[in-house]
């Protein structure tokens, strides 16, 4: 089972991306997913979750200009992030939390997509 993401890109600040990850393989279910991000010399930080049910939670600085959605019959999740800040400039990966066809439950992560956002 893989996540893959796409969609990062660079743009101007207050510019829009839309991240996407798709989940390809056998799996069962999938609970939480999420978006992290890792800009260079820092730690990865969560941006943004979505439970199965659609609750969603994010990061304070994000609220308001990130939407993170899914669609369960498409198995993806997506970022959708207006507004942009050079702050949110790094490189994003999705995650999720899945059952494998074996009734474990473990998270996987796709590959990091890089925003830039500059002038």
């Known amino acids: 089972v893989q996540l893959q993401a796409s969609g990062g890109g660079e743009v101007q600040p207050g510019g829009s991306l839309r991240l996407s990850c798709i989940i390809s393989g056998n799996f069962r279910a999938a609970k939480d997913m999420g978006w992290y991000r890792q800009a260079p010399g820092k730690q990865r930080e969560l941006v943004a979750t979505i439970s199965a049910d659609g609750s969603t939670t994010y990061e304070d600085s994000v609220q308001g200009r990130f939407t993170i959605s899914r669609d369960n019959s498409e198995k993806s999740v997506h970022l959708q992030m207006n507004r942009l800040k050079p702050e949110d400039a790094a490189a994003y990966y999705c995650?999720?939390?899945?059952?494998?066809?074996?009734?474990?439950?473990?998270?996987?992560w796709g590959r990091g997509t890089q925003v830039t956002v500059s002038s």
């Open positions: 995650n999720a939390y899945i059952q494998t066809p074996r009734l474990l439950w473990t998270t996987i």
